[in-house]
T-cell receptor, first 113, second 114 residues
């Protein structure tokens, strides 16, 4: 069975602070995919990133960066110099051999001006 | 622009009613999924389908059924709505192997059962 744990439930930071959202996963599949989604107040899920299990390179996209470590089964997401527009619920998700996408419970990020 | 469209954004139904939530995708995707989202519980998979007329139970199928008569359409059915089915329902689709853009989600249907 697949499982995604987002231990943090709510995080509040002041604008321009860096913030890291943690994600730990469990799977028996050797090939799997990890995702991060953003859900702003409008409700629509916005795809941020997908990594496959064979690619442990960290990725940076503007102020966003992701750290994938198979040794600790973690796929953490860092926002550098946070902005008010980053306020949202962030979901980590896992897809394995059967294409089922399993989500964590989400982290509510509030960025205060 | 690729899209997953859910027929209603908000829906209010009475206890005991039969409720249909419709989802249509225009990407010719094989896989389609229904999730429900509740505060503090994240998104939980109700049912999914790999192809027309195929369906598999997700993690919380009780009280729901689905129908997929055409590739582009995946319907979620609440046979007899109950108040504990009040929730946000999200539909998604994907190709057989998730590509770089992963899964595409609809905007959601917020269902209230009174």
């Amino acid at each position: 069975a697949q499982k995604v744990t987002q231990a943090q439930t709510e995080i509040s930071v002041v604008e321009k602070e860096d913030v890291t959202l943690d994600c730990v996963y469990e799977t028996r599949d050797t090939t799997y995919y990890l995702f991060w989604y953003k859900q702003p107040p409008s409700g629509e899920l916005v795809f941020l990133i997908r990594r496959n299990s064979f690619d442990e390179q960290n990725e940076i996209s503007g102020r966003y960066s992701w750290n994938f470590q198979k040794s600790t089964s973690s796929f953490n997401f860092t926002i550098t110099a946070s902005q008010v527009v980053d306020s949202a619920v962030y979901f980590c998700a896992l897809s394995g051999a059967n294409s089922k996408l399993t989500f964590g419970k989400g982290i509510t990020l509030s960025v205060r001006p | 622009d690729v899209k997953v469209t859910q027929s209603s954004r908000y829906l209010v139904k009475r206890t005991g009613e039969k409720v249909f939530l419709e989802c249509v995708q225009d990407m010719d995707h094989e896989n389609m999924f229904w999730y429900r989202q509740d505060p503090g519980l994240g998104l939980r998979l109700i049912y999914f389908s790999y192809d027309v007329k195929m369906k598999e139970k997700g993690d919380i199928p009780e009280g729901y059924s689905v129908s997929r008569e055409k590739k582009e359409r995946f319907s979620l059915i609440l046979e007899s709505a109950s108040t504990n089915q009040t929730s946000m329902y999200l539909c998604a689709s994907s190709p057989p192997t998730a590509t770089n853009y992963g899964y595409t989600f609809g905007s959601g249907t917020r269902l209230t059962v009174v």
